[in-house]
């Protein structure tokens, strides 16, 4: 019994849960880890050890969010747990942050405080001060720990990459060279060696060394692997292949896929993929070897193969969050959009990640759901603040729509080291553009163009040679543009924009015209093409245009609504109708034409089959106030005024100040009898923008509320506007009986 009893005590637990969590950890089962080791925290929440543990596991997924977090209340818990100050601090010195850089200084400190002869302590340290601007203060840290320990090669690295950031290439050599003298018959030094030679232009002493390590141990993988990467730079495409299959022979399972990469990236893909094949299904739990098979299927344009070897491997644990992203980056590309969101959702049930998120806001974008990317783009950055992809993404999103202060706010937050690289720049750039800091933007441009040609750069520095109206200045910098991204719609508005501006329009229809005649396969600069041609009147041409680019790429949609857009404008109401149809049967999930095709069954007086298109429209997004505000009308006009009022009174949330809305809403409660409240509503919309159609409503709804005199005169101004809509007949009838 007092055994039992002692297996039940929460020191037993914890250890029970701290063992099986290591074990999953030890097999990359990084999601059963994090269960055990939150179990080990309910089982003892004041002990350090199971934060550190989950701290490490979040750290092996790159949720480095997390890790800090859990390194942190580590730390918080045992400030003498040596481990967790050492990651938590390795993690701030990544961050490059100067407040951060020195907080891992004064952790470090404080380990070598209690733990004087800590090597790890003293490089990391070492490491911080190099980061903080004090080569020498790191490099006596340097030599401090090799008189402690003199064959601590991490220690000699550190010590060389120290001296040749002073620009000391010679006392860096002597440093690996000790190292090497201090273990004669190990390979690691000398391949260390080797790599200073190859990074300093001196590649047959460096191909010596690595040779040199392969005679001490011909199995010593790193060796291998550099003698491989010289042989492929070379040219020595069989020598290099030997070489990799000598190293996917060896027994660490990180080599085996060696062999099988080169042949892909020689071009051998399906001799790759096979091999991979057989990686794979040696070691069915081998994740990274499924993802590279996974990888390879899809290059070779398997999607079938690729998505068979995900579901299964789902079958086996429904807990493979790795499996999930990957199938649901299949499923997004496929435009499965449903089958997408159940597995993001699924990897968000398990845990908060930030790939999963981005993931979401990419099928948002999808979907044509761009007002809730934000929401998404942001959770990602907040679980992964250096998830660049997505501070980009959610920097240009807050740009084009209305955000661009908080777009800068967002960019100039990024971590220092992404803030110096050209997509940040270049992203900044667009942001001070869209805020008119024009002074700003051209500081940014120049910084932006010291890093290269950059085409988003060239075209912001286009951007701003249009507003010193250098219209020649602007053509030169677009066509530069245009050879490096020849499908830059951007670039070429701009171009037709540089003959507009002038009076010049007619030029530059024609420039557009002749540049798309040498791009004749390209649907987005045939689309260009057809949306500048139909603005300026030549819809016969605008046709041609729209065509040829479905014939380019036959999945562009927005070349099939801008073909039904011109059949409905010349009368062709059908036609239009069939080329929606088409379009909404093949992609349901297209909001623009399921608008379309409401509005023009709406017109062709077919209520029922728009209000159909209407509330489908809806289950794609319930928080569109056209949308709302239309079926709310037309259930409004057949009868359906209890349902009609729930959508208006949406509508009206979501845009309170719009004429239409308050014209609906109004003539909503016209139907359901409230006539005093109709009058309320349809005053302010007409207050707002006094259409024909809103007086006729407001003439009935004056006339219902007892108030015929403002009902008459409401009425002579809607006829005046105009006389022939079908709500006059009805307002005048209506009238007209009053005064019998």
Request: charge should be positive; charged fraction near 25%.
């Amino acid at each position: 019994m007092l055994s039992v009893s002692g297996c039940r005590s929460p020191q037993a637990k914890e250890a029970g849960y701290l063992r099986k969590g290591k074990e999953a950890f030890g097999v990359r089962n990084y999601q059963v880890a994090i269960i055990q080791f939150k179990n080990a925290i309910a089982a003892q929440p004041k002990d350090a050890e199971p934060y550190y543990q989950l701290g490490l596991t979040y750290l092996a997924i790159s949720d480095f969010t997390s890790a800090v977090t859990f390194f942190r209340r580590a730390s918080e818990l045992n400030p003498k747990h040596a481990e967790a100050q050492l990651k938590l601090s390795e993690l701030m010195v990544a961050s490059r942050s100067a407040d951060m850089l020195l907080e891992a200084q004064k952790r470090t400190r404080g380990v070598l405080d209690l733990q004087p002869d800590n090597i790890e302590a003293l490089n990391l340290l070492a490491l911080t001060e190099l980061e903080l601007g004090k080569p020498e203060s790191a490099e006596a840290l340097l030599q401090q720990a090799l008189r402690k320990a003199p064959g601590s090669l991490q220690s000699s690295v550190a010590l060389a990459h120290s001296r040749l950031w002073r620009g000391d290439a010679p006392g860096a050599e002597e440093a690996l060279k000790q190292a090497v003298a201090q273990a004669p018959k190990a390979p690691v030094p000398v391949v260390y060696l080797g790599g200073f030679y190859l990074s300093t232009g001196r590649s047959a002493e460096a191909e010596q060394q690595f040779r040199r390590a392969l005679d001490l141990d011909p199995k010593y993988g790193p060796a291998l692997i550099a003698l491989g990467a010289m042989q492929v730079r070379a040219g020595q495409a069989a020598e290099a292949e030997q070489t990799y299959r000598r190293l996917s022979a060896l027994p660490d399972k990180a080599y085996r896929p060696l062999h099988a990469l080169y042949l892909f990236q020689s071009g051998k893909r399906d001799e790759a993929v096979a091999e991979m094949e057989k990686l794979a299904k040696q070691d069915p739990e081998d994740r990274d070897a499924r993802t590279r098979l996974v990888r390879g299927y899809l290059a070779l344009n398997r999607i079938g193969d690729a998505e068979r070897v995900l579901t299964a491997a789902l079958k086996r644990n429904r807990l493979d969050t790795d499996a999930l992203l990957q199938r649901s980056r299949i499923y997004l590309g496929s435009a499965k959009y449903a089958e997408a969101e159940s597995d993001l959702n699924q990897v968000l049930r398990f845990r908060n990640d930030a790939e999963a998120h981005y993931l979401l806001s990419k099928l948002h974008q999808a979907r044509g759901h761009n007002e809730l990317r934000p929401q998404e783009l942001g959770e990602a950055l907040r679980v992964d603040p250096r998830f660049a992809a997505a501070r980009l993404e959610l920097a240009q999103v807050l740009t084009t729509t209305g955000g661009a202060q908080s777009a800068l706010k967002l960019l100039d937050e990024a971590p220092e080291d992404q803030r110096r690289t050209a997509p940040v720049v270049v992203q900044r750039n667009w942001a001070l553009l869209t805020l008119g800091q024009k002074d700003e933007a051209r500081k940014g441009v120049d910084q932006a163009l010291a890093l290269g040609r950059i085409p988003d750069a060239i075209l912001q520095d286009a951007v701003l040679k249009f507003g010193q109206k250098d219209y020649s200045a602007v053509r030169g910098s677009v066509e530069e543009v245009l050879k490096y991204s020849p499908e830059d719609v951007r670039a070429l508005n701009l171009l037709f924009q540089s003959y507009a501006a002038p009076k010049q329009a007619p030029a530059g229809v024609q420039k557009v015209r002749e540049y798309a005649a040498r791009l004749s396969a390209s649907a987005p600069v045939q689309q260009f093409l057809g949306q500048i041609l139909a603005a300026n009147g030549d819809r016969v041409g605008a046709r041609k245009a729209f065509e040829s680019a479905r014939a380019a790429n036959p999945a562009l949609v927005t070349a099939d609504i801008a073909l039904a857009e011109l059949d409905a404008y010349e009368g062709k109401a059908e036609d239009a109708k069939r080329e929606l149809s088409a379009v909404v049967a093949s992609h349901p999930e297209n909001l623009p034409g399921r608008l379309f095709l409401a509005q023009l069954e709406s017109s062709a007086g077919n209520p029922a089959a728009a209000i159909g298109h209407y509330r489908k429209a809806l289950e794609l997004d319930g928080k569109n106030a056209a949308t709302l505000n239309n079926l709310a009308y037309l259930l409004a006009e057949n009868n359906q005024a209890d349902e009609a009022l729930k959508y208006a009174q949406l509508a009206k949330e979501l845009a309170p100040d719009s004429a239409p809305v308050d014209d609906t809403l109004g003539w909503t409660y016209y139907r359901k009898g409230l006539y005093t409240m109709a009058v309320t509503h349809i005053e302010s919309a007409v207050a707002k923008e006094a259409t024909a159609r809103r007086r006729y409503h407001l003439a009935m709804a004056y006339f219902k509320a007892g108030d015929p005199k403002r009902g008459r005169l409401a009425l002579e101004a809607a006829t005046k506007t105009d006389p022939a809509l079908p709500e006059a007949a009805v307002a005048r009838q209506l009238l007209g009986n009053a005064g019998k």
